[in-house]
Structures are given as structure tokens and as C-alpha cells.
């Protein structure tokens, strides 16, 4: 407030004083705010091989590292390429957030979140992410993996799953031949992406985005393929969309050309309508 002589003064509401504050619910608060930041911190668990190896000052060796987010991506890798018995689990991450809140059970948690690594090449892990993680969790989930694994080296490939809605197109017939692969590299990526770039506006999110800026940071060759899809949930075709991005790592990674329909039946889950105005 001004007075006519041009003093401003400063003005308090009667309603409350600033003596009013209540230390012990300011306690509280703090107190429920940490373990709320505990229970959302990131886990991860691994075998007890690798962890005596991370005790010891070491990391692991990898030069391939394969990381699948998204349930098509995930069951892509489950049905071309962890069918073989070349693979050994190494460990898993557990995340704790608003959605997975709701997921009860050790086995729903490391089926969401497991590292693999090829037994006859232990340089070549591979990642199935399927659980949600949340805007304050990602940058911690990208820390503590990669703060595991050896940056000599080292190229990421990423598959990633997108609703073609999300898609961003002057030409609406293109969204029409979902789904198809758009893909984005870091600058030291050397290689020659098997698709176009995502055009802008459009935009990586979630955990690709947060794996493709640590990469850069760290000047990790990476490369992100993401598939758009026009169906909701596990679907065939999608899946298949993936093939060409693995086509360049042969050498380190086999894909099953006739994979077993029992194993892809079981992967793909038909989505039932929950109500129908003509039925």
C-alpha cells in the first residue's frame, strides 16, 4: 500500500498471522514427503553374479545394448528373439508410481521391467520395459542402468510403441498405412537408420526421449525406431514393424523368421469391446 507521500508499506491480512504456522504438521509433511520419495525410487536387483561384479568397482561389458518400451516392442523381442535358449536373465527393475501402484506381487514387477544378456556374446543385453514410468522417475531409471554398464563402446537401440494418433501429419493418407517406424539418433550415431526421421513437430516422450538425452549428453551412439500403431494393445503386424531394426545387428543378435504360433498367439491378446450400441 502507498501513502500520499509515496511510502510504501507493507500490508497484513488480520485473518492470519505469520505466528500461526504449525511446526509439527510442517514436520509431518516432510516426514510424508521422503517416504513417498523412497517408495518412488527406482530398484534395481540383479543376479548375484553381476552384482559382485558392480560391488567391486566394475561395470558390466556391453556394446549392444537393446532396450524395448511398450508392450509390441517387448513381445517382438519375447517372440523373434528370446525364444532361443541363448539368453540368461540378469536381473530386474522394480518402479513404484500411480499406475503400478495397483500391480501386487514380485512377479508382476520383475516381469515388467528384465535385463537379459546373450550367453555366447555376454556383450549384448537386451531390456523389455512394459511397466509405466513416471515424469520423476525417468532420469533416475536412465542414471542407474547406464551407470551399470560400461560407455566404451556402446550402442543403444531403442524400440519404442506410439499410438498413431499421437502422430503429426499434413498428409493423412501416411497414418493410413500404419504402422510404420519413424526414427531418431544421437549425433554420434554412425550408422544409417533403416527408416525416415520423425518429421516435427513431432516429439519423442516417456522413456525413449529420457534414454536418447542421456545418450547424447554422454555421446552414446543411440538410435530410437518408434512404431505407430493404429491398434490398441499386442498386435501382430505391429510387432513385425520391428524387423527391419534389428537387421543391422545380426552379427550379435538371430531373429526367428517362423516364430512358433503357439508362443505369438499367446502373445497377442484380443481386446474385447466392454459395450457395443448395436449388440
Known amino acids: 500500500m502507498a501513502t500520499f507521500f509515496g511510502e510504501v508499506l507493507s500490508v497484513y491480512s488480520r485473518a492470519v498471522e505469520e505466528d500461526d504456522e504449525d511446526p509439527e504438521q510442517d514436520e509431518e509433511d516432510e516426514q510424508i514427503r521422503r517416504e513417498l520419495e523412497e517408495k518412488r525410487e527406482v530398484h534395481l536387483r540383479w543376479s548375484p553374479e553381476v552384482s559382485e561384479l558392480l560391488k567391486s568397482g566394475n561395470k558390466l561389458p556391453c556394446r549392444e545394448f537393446i532396450l524395448a518400451v511398450g508392450h509390441n516392442a517387448a513381445k517382438f523381442l519375447s517372440v523373434y528373439v528370446l525364444t532361443s535358449a541363448n539368453w540368461d536373465t540378469l536381473g530386474h527393475a522394480s518402479v513404484w508410481n500411480e499406475r503400478s501402484r495397483a500391480v501386487t506381487g514380485q512377479s508382476s514387477e520383475e516381469s515388467a521391467c528384465v535385463f537379459y544378456r546373450h550367453k555366447e556374446n555376454p556383450t549384448v543385453m537386451i531390456c523389455q520395459v512394459t511397466c509405466y514410468v513416471a515424469e520423476d522417475q525417468l532420469f533416475q531409471w536412465t542414471e542407474k542402468v547406464f ?20 502422430y503429426k501429419t499434413a498428409d493423412y493418407l501416411c497414418t493410413s498405412s500404419a504402422p510404420f517406424l519413424r526414427s531418431l539418433h544421437t549425433g554420434t550415431f554412425s550408422g544409417q537408420p533403416v527408416c525416415q526421421s520423425l518429421e516435427q513437430p513431432n516429439i519423442i516422450t516417456g522413456l525413449p526421449a529420457a534414454v536418447l538425452n542421456h545418450c547424447q549428453v554422454q555421446r552414446i551412439a543411440t538410435v530410437v525406431y518408434q512404431c505407430y500403431s493404429d491398434v490398441i494393445g499386442p498386435d501382430s503386424v505391429s510387432m513385425e514393424t520391428f524387423k527391419p531394426a534389428l537387421t543391422k545387428l545380426a552379427k550379435s543378435i538371430q531373429l526367428n523368421s517362423s516364430p512358433n504360433t503357439d508362443i505369438l498367439r499367446k502373445m497377442v491378446k484380443t481386446t474385447d469391446i466392454q459395450s457395443n450400441l448395436y449388440i
Open 147 to 166: 551407470d551399470c554398464l560400461q560407455h566404451r563402446e556402446l550402442s543403444v537401440t531403442v524400440l519404442s510403441d506410439s499410438s498413431v494418433a499421437d
